[in-house]
Every structure is written in C-alpha cells, then in structure tokens.
Nanobody, 124 residues
C-alpha cells in the first residue's frame, strides 16, 4: 500500500509563494505519474498539475499555468508543487496523488493513492 505524505501548506499573503512536498513510500514512485489536486470548501476536487513517471511531461490546469510548477526528485521519492503569485482563489486543501499509470492525467479516477492533504490559505 502506497502512502503519500504532504507538507508545506500554510497561510500566505496574495502574491506570495509556497512549495508543497509529497513523499511517496514505495519504489513504485519511479513508474507512477504523480498529480496535485485541490478542494475548496463546498467545491469539487479539481486538478492542479501532473507529471509523468519519467518527469519529461507535465500538464497544468488553466487557472494555474505560469504560476505553478510541478517537479519530482527520484533520490528523495518526492514530488513538489512550487506555487508563485498566489491568489485568494488558490485557497484550498491540496492533495498529492499517485497514478495507476506513467502518463500524467488530469482525471481523478486515474489516481489510486492519495495523501491526507495540506491546507493552503491565501489572504487578500
């Protein structure tokens, strides 16, 4: 059973930056695409970013393009989400997920392992 542990959330002012981290517990990290999703109160969980198993392909949701970067470190079994120029509408619980395949997907059902989430709050 894969375990994912997120960290790095917090309270930041609009325009600020945060870097989220997600540690993957298994050697299957090297063959799994990884994704970040977020869920604001009263809203559905939505896709933020994903990266292929090999790290050579990334995909981003339109609202975060140009402000957010996903990356992965194989030595640390960790995937990162660097978030810059944060906006109040970025406020949500952010979840890390490991995919069933090596291809980066924006679809929730393509991910079979999820972290517990980390809260990001952006004040105006």
């Amino acid at each position: 059973q894969v375990q994912l542990v997120e960290s790095g959330g917090g309270l930041v002012q609009a325009g600020g930056s945060l870097r989220l981290s997600c540690v993957h517990s298994s050697r299957t990290f090297t063959v799994s695409a990884m994704g970040w999703f977020r869920q604001a109160p009263g809203k559905e969980r939505e896709f933020v970013a994903a990266i292929s198993a090999s790290g050579d392909r990334t995909t981003y949701a339109d609202p975060v393009k140009g402000r957010i970067t996903i990356s992965r470190d194989y030595a640390k079994n960790t995937v990162y989400l660097q978030m810059n120029d944060l906006k109040p509408e970025d406020t949500a619980v952010y979840y890390c997920a490991a995919a069933l395949s090596s291809y980066p997907s924006a679809t929730v059902r393509m991910y079979n392992s999820w972290g517990q989430g980390t809260q990001v709050t952006v004040s105006s």
